[in-house]
């Protein structure tokens, strides 16, 4: 047994399975693929992998099932190794090539049936008795216990919060996920908080509510990643890259080929280099243009296209960006009190509330380079009706 010394848990143990697999190609691929894509634009430190997360989430999956005296031994091994190879799918930058890839191939990181199925991770885990086909079913969440993977409060969440609080520096990453680990068990086979955890639950929704806020939603992070996505369209678009090779890529092999890339998408790659982003020429929440915007994220280059045409400029030059409704899962979590269950929303009035702030995370941005920012500006506030806001009321006024 050999052990590693992790900045966030300390020392991880490591068996001859963890070893075997950590040593195959598409597990060392991760160690290149940063978990926060262009994040250390904004925060120099955030040059953490996805290598580091899955040993992370390995490590806590394997304190949970040990708590959990109604699980099987190979059934362990199973999430052991599920745990380590969930994001073995990832592309380059993480998420930020991840609906690209999903446009233009129809793979999301978690379909991992090809890869596991195949080649030196098939190889080690037929050594060890290990089915792939019950290893993907686990990561999607689709097995009893794949909810330690993948459900509304699981071990993935309780690494990426913690590591990336971490990484970045921000204060909002104070998880007790040691107490939430003690007080999580099956009940009516669903994985549940004890009353006990309820705290320790709500500590992980506080982490979760600050970090959008601070560093998955910040504009830096949304506008860098936007000009890489649209940057990789163009290479996909003109045959310049292919996008089933962009799922086996890490970021040096992503950042080589937009640096050789010819035309738009070569402007985009000089500009993240030089970190000379666009900047925001419209930035503003639901309660500034209403739910009904939502229904613009199937056609986005249409709607770039009509903006250009009113500011007068060329449409490389408009980025729109209109996130997911805003969503925070762990709120349906099941709190296991006097033998029912309860979701953690009406278990916790705090969370309650927190429920309603999330929406006040969510931003729709329009960028463009400096130059046209008042034109495109002006050209997307009219384009999407946004309301004027209302005066506010200054003594300064009597």
Not at 118 to 142: A, Q, T
Not at 167 to 179: E, I, L, Q, S
Request: proline fraction near 3%.
């Amino acid at each position: 047994m050999k052990v590693v010394l992790d900045p966030v848990h300390g020392y991880i143990e490591l068996d001859d399975l963890v070893q075997d697999l950590l040593s195959i190609p598409q597990m060392q691929r991760l160690r290149r693929v940063r978990q926060l894509g262009f994040s250390n634009l904004v925060y120099p430190g955030a040059n953490h992998s996805r290598f580091e997360h899955s040993l992370g989430t390995m490590h806590l999956a394997s304190m949970l099932t040990r708590s959990l005296d109604s699980i099987e031994e190979d059934r362990k091994t199973e999430i052991k190794a599920a745990a380590l190879l969930h994001d073995v799918g990832h592309g380059p930058f993480s998420h930020v090539t991840e609906n690209v890839i999903d446009k233009y191939t129809r793979r999301r990181h978690d379909d991992v049936k090809e890869i596991l199925g195949k080649g030196e991770i098939k190889e080690v885990l037929s050594k060890y008795g290990i089915s792939p086909g019950n290893l993907v079913k686990h990561i999607k969440g689709e097995t009893s216990l794949g909810q330690i993977l993948s459900s509304e409060i699981d071990v993935d969440r309780m690494d990426y919060l913690v590591r990336d609080a971490h990484y970045t520096g921000v204060a909002f990453g104070v998880v007790d996920y040691n107490r939430l680990i003690n007080q999580m068990n099956f009940y009516e086979d669903r994985l549940v908080v004890d009353y006990g955890g309820l705290k320790a639950a709500e500590s992980l929704l506080v982490s979760r509510f600050w970090m959008n806020a601070s560093v998955y939603y910040h504009h830096v992070t949304r506008i860098s990643e936007a000009m890489c996505s649209r940057s990789v369209e163009y290479m996909i678009e003109n045959n310049e890259l292919d996008p089933f090779k962009l799922r086996q890529m890490d970021d040096i092999d992503l950042v080589a080929s937009m640096r050789r890339a010819t035309g738009y998408a070569g402007e985009l790659s000089r500009l993240l280099d030089a970190r000379k982003l666009y900047k925001r020429a419209l930035y503003v929440g639901l309660v500034d243009v209403g739910k009904a915007v939502l229904r613009h994220r199937d056609r986005i280059r249409r709607v770039e296209k009509e903006i250009a045409e009113l500011a007068g400029i060329d449409p490389e030059y408009v980025l729109v960006d209109i996130p997911k409704m805003p969503e925070m899962v762990e709120m349906q979590a099941m709190i296991k009190t006097d033998h029912k269950m309860i979701p953690l929303n009406e278990a916790s009035h705090f969370v309650s509330i927190l429920q309603e702030a999330h929406m006040d995370n969510w931003r729709m941005g329009v960028y463009s380079p400096k130059e046209h920012c008042e034109a495109v500006g002006k050209a997307a506030r009219d384009y999407f009706e946004v309301k004027k806001p209302i005066k506010q009321f200054k003594l300064s006024d009597l």
